[in-house]
């Protein structure tokens, strides 16, 4: 048995029957690491063997995380991917980070991502691409790029990632990993750098859905120290996980299957189908305001980032601004020309005015369906290289995602299967605070279809 | 040169004592600590960190705005000031553009005794910035400052002279200071003054189209002295046809002179926008109710209430204004029930010790017990004798069948119903004739 691909579920049993040690689960984790990460370059920062066993040893049920490098981890260097702030050692954790930790995950290392989380295939880090496990000529999709590469590559069950505009659903769905975007406010932002203030998420990937329940019922809640986060209670997610999903009402919004590339929308139609067949009820619905979510967004997340990132002035943290990578400027550019004396009426507000538009639109949808049914990319993972000159198309990979994040509504992507070894994904959007309905479907979907079980196998394409 | 009058405005930062920072959780308690040695990672803006308001800092606000007959408003958010300086640590400073927590205020202030209203604009918060210390050439920060709960208060441009100004900012700086809000201590820039000065045509009825805007001024006379010489120098400027514009000008006291910082042209584009970290405020009928329960009295509230007990006004004023001399007259009317308010706020004022005020009182009392007569106050004696001025003059010339007339007037008026032991003394005194 490679310990390694195992489940947290899986990884728990194993501890409560005793099939092995943490100690054991750890080194073969760490010896698979070893072998395989120059391949991927999931990792920014590897902590050390003896750190990692020093937190392993006493602890008998611990297990692996790996945070996406904009997770302040005390003591442990936080770059954000981006070099301007390379060698900063935060004086605290992240909320999500402490919490994790209390319940027993240790973390191993802090994970590649697009700088500043400014991005859609991870191409956008200082530190190099991630590689996509299921193919190495592939982006993984980003901003969480490494870390959807890590749980894809079974280096970690779990990993953090951020979703601004779509950068956990992306890279799941291009990894075959199950990426949840809670509800904004549901986990706390504390502690992660931030891109978009409004719309950040702070979520998880995991290799199952139960995994992703499990893991989102420990960093949940509502947290003294983020003014937006929720005092709406957290129910448990993993209690009638298994519920059997008869008469959900899924709505299929027919503005997302526009311009999709053919054989994720097979994928997608396939995966209707399976619902169908489990007793999913399905409806056709109509989003009208979708067309401009993405002109919406990509006002408000350059004005919220030009802000944001000014903190970085070359007075603290070491380096001057030369240090940010062109998305940065980009963005920096856009935002500050959007929020400028005469332009702010014209761009920032209309933007939040189409903003209120769509939140509108969901919350009558969510009236008469229960949940929607969305592809997560209208496109196939793209080589690595292909669309790092073209920043547009690089912003169009999102429209299939940003109207969630301007709602704040969450949305849970799974595994839809595969074409030609590539997964695709698929998007389960629900009203604010679902989060344990879209488990539910989810888990149907993953128990009738079990891709999680198709793992990359990197060795061998490496032997190629 | 007269047929010019100034069209001044203020703008006053006070940094209120609450016990934690504006947004974070460190100790708000900095004076006299080594630099950067209380700070948390809100306060510094480390990069993931996020604001929390502080309760406390807005309800201060709210007290203030509250005995300032503000509006309190009932929605409110905080909004993102952006600009560059090496004291802010986000790049931004986190502030309240179109919502601020008070609006729409008027006090009172009484110059040259001419009671003028003064309307104040809006009072917000914001938080305040590092410090930045300019040491044998280089730059040292010290982010110990930072976070700090700041409140600004804007007036309507209400004010005609320095002396007007100058007494709407020391009530101020006393209402902040009884209601427990700020030390408004001006020498540890827990207070800060800014005036916006232009003059215009006395004439002239719209606003001028330009200020001058004069920036950190740390105490009253500076200010004073500021506004003095920007009107001073505005006027000449006007006279020989030059054309004002908007700017910042710094005041240097030494030279006692401002000095151009900003020019119109240099203005900082703030792009505000709403803090997208911290969710807007809805205020209920029920919390503003709440607010205004229990705060302690205004001192012009508290002075009209003395004048309508009897007291004289300038006594009131003196008694309302001043702590110490209160704490004494309230003991004095506790102790004394059956002396006029008037007779005991005039003790306090004229005597320095509560003993020496004791004392003299009891003399009085002492005299007064042997007659079962009342004792008039000074107010009912001089109403009398002002009837009969003729008196008066021949009694400051030292005729003293005037004194027996008016002693008689006063007894007339008062139907005998008085201790004429102590009146001859009494008027004299109060007349000042010689006897």
Not at chain 1, 228 to 237: A, L
Request: hydrophobic content about 35%.
């Amino acid at each position: 048995m490679n310990l390694h691909n195992l489940t947290i579920r899986e990884i728990i049993e194993g501890y409560t029957l005793h099939k092995f040690s943490s100690t054991e689960l750890f080194a073969e984790i760490l010896g698979h690491i070893d072998q395989n990460e120059t391949k991927i370059n999931a990792f920014i920062t590897n902590r050390t063997t003896e750190e990692i066993f020093s937190d392993v040893t006493d602890n008998l049920i611990a297990i692996p995380i790996a945070h996406k490098d904009i997770y302040s981890t005390q003591g442990i260097e936080t770059t954000a991917a981006s070099n301007i702030l390379k060698g900063y050692i935060p004086p605290y954790n992240a909320t999500s980070v402490k919490r994790l930790s209390t319940n027993n995950f240790i973390t191993i290392g802090k994970l590649n991502c697009d700088a500043f989380a400014h991005g859609a295939t991870g191409e956008n880090s200082d530190f190099g691409p991630t590689l996509n496990p299921y193919d190495l000529t592939k982006t993984p999709g980003g901003s969480s790029s490494g870390s959807a590469a890590a749980v894809a590559a079974a280096f970690v069950p779990v990993a953090t990632g951020t979703d601004t505009g779509g950068s956990i659903r992306l890279p799941a769905s291009f990894t075959n990993t199950v990426g949840i975007k809670p509800t904004y406010g549901r986990v706390s932002r504390y502690g992660v750098i931030a891109m978009t203030s409004s719309t950040d998420s702070i979520g998880h990937f995991t290799k199952t859905v139960w995994d992703n329940a499990y893991i989102l019922s420990k960093t949940a809640g509502f947290d003294p120290l983020d003014a937006t986060s929720s005092h709406e209670p957290v129910p448990d997610y993993l209690l009638e996980i298994d519920k059997r999903i008869n008469g959900v009402k899924i709505g299929i919004p027919r503005e997302y299957l526009l311009n999709i590339d053919s054989v994720i929308l097979n994928k997608f139609n396939e995966a209707i189908d399976i619902l169908s067949h489990l007793g999913a009820e399905i409806v056709d619905v109509s989003l009208p305001s979708t067309e401009y979510a993405i002109n919406a967004y990509y006002i408000i997340t350059p004005s919220e980032v030009s802000s944001n990132l000014a903190r970085f002035d070359g007075i603290r943290y070491g380096f001057d601004r030369s240090k940010f990578g062109q998305e940065a400027k980009r963005r920096i550019l856009i935002g500050t020309y959007c929020l400028s004396a005469g332009y702010y009426d014209a761009y920032y507000l209309k933007a939040q005015k189409v903003r209120t538009l769509i939140i509108n639109e969901f919350k009558n949808t969510f009236k008469n369906i229960d949940v929607l049914l969305a592809p997560v990319s209208p496109i196939m993972p793209p080589n690595i290289g292909e669309l790092t000159n073209d920043p547009l198309k690089l912003y169009m990979m999102d429209v299939l995602t940003v109207p969630v994040n301007l709602a704040g509504i969450p949305s849970l992507s799974v595994p839809a299967g595969f074409d030609n070894n590539l997964p695709i994904g698929i998007q389960i959007i629900g009203n604010y605070f679902s989060e344990k309905l879209l488990y539910q479907i989810g888990q149907a979907f993953e128990t009738e279809t079990q891709y999680y079980k198709q793992t990359p196998k990197i060795t061998e394409r490496n032997n190629e | 040169m007269n047929n010019y009058v100034a069209v001044i405005g203020l703008e006053i930062h006070i940094q209120l004592k609450t016990k934690s920072r504006m947004f974070g959780n460190a100790s708000n308690d900095v004076w006299q600590t080594s630099p950067n040695s209380i700070t948390s990672p809100v306060d510094i803006g480390l990069p993931g960190a996020l604001p929390v308001p502080n309760k406390e800092a807005i309800r201060y606000t709210q007290q203030f705005g509250y005995v300032l007959e503000c509006t309190i408003n009932k929605q409110s958010k905080f909004d993102r000031k952006n600009y560059f300086y090496p004291d802010l640590p986000k790049g931004y400073q986190i502030s309240q553009y179109d919502e601020p927590f008070c609006s729409n205020g008027l006090l009172d202030i009484k110059v040259n005794n001419q009671v003028k209203t003064i309307r104040i604009r809006r009072i917000h918060l914001e938080e305040d910035t590092g410090k930045s210390l300019h040491i044998d050439g280089r730059t040292l920060l010290d982010f110990n400052r930072s976070g700090t709960p700041l409140m600004e208060l804007v007036t309507e441009p209400d004010f005609a002279s320095a002396d007007e100004a100058s007494e709407f900012a020391k009530i101020i700086q006393e209402a902040v200071v009884i209601l427990g809000i700020s030390d408004a201590d001006m020498e540890k820039g827990n207070m800060r003054l800014e005036a916006n000065i232009s003059v215009k045509k006395q004439d002239q009825s719209d606003l001028p189209n330009y200020r001058v805007e004069v920036k950190n001024i740390n105490s009253f006379k500076f200010m004073r002295n500021a506004i003095n010489y920007e009107i001073d120098r505005q006027i000449k400027a006007l006279e020989i046809g030059e054309i004002l514009n908007q700017e910042t000008r710094g005041w240097d006291e030494k030279k006692g002179i401002t000095f151009i910082q900003r020019s119109k042209e240099n203005a900082h584009d703030y792009r505000y926008f709403p803090e997208p970290d911290i969710p807007p405020f809805v205020f209920d009928d029920e919390y503003i109710n709440e607010l205004s329960q229990n705060l302690p009295k205004m001192p012009w509230v508290y002075e009209l209430e003395l004048i309508e007990s009897g007291v004289n006004e300038p006594f009131a004023n003196q008694i309302a204004h001043n702590q110490e001399k209160n704490q004494m007259y309230l003991q004095l009317v506790r102790e004394n029930p059956q002396k006029s308010q008037n007779e005991i706020a005039k003790v306090v004022i004229n005597r320095k010790s509560i003993n020496e005020m004791r004392d003299y009182l009891n003399k009085q009392l002492d005299q007064s017990v042997s007659s079962k007569n009342t004792i008039l106050t000074e107010d009912q004696i001089l109403a009398v004798i002002n009837i009969f001025p003729d008196a008066v003059n021949d009694l400051k010339a030292g005729k003293s069948n005037a004194l027996q007339f008016l002693i008689g007037q006063i007894m007339r008026e008062h139907k005998g119903q008085v201790d004429a032991a102590t009146l001859p003394s009494v008027l004299i005194r109060l007349i000042g004739g010689s006897n």
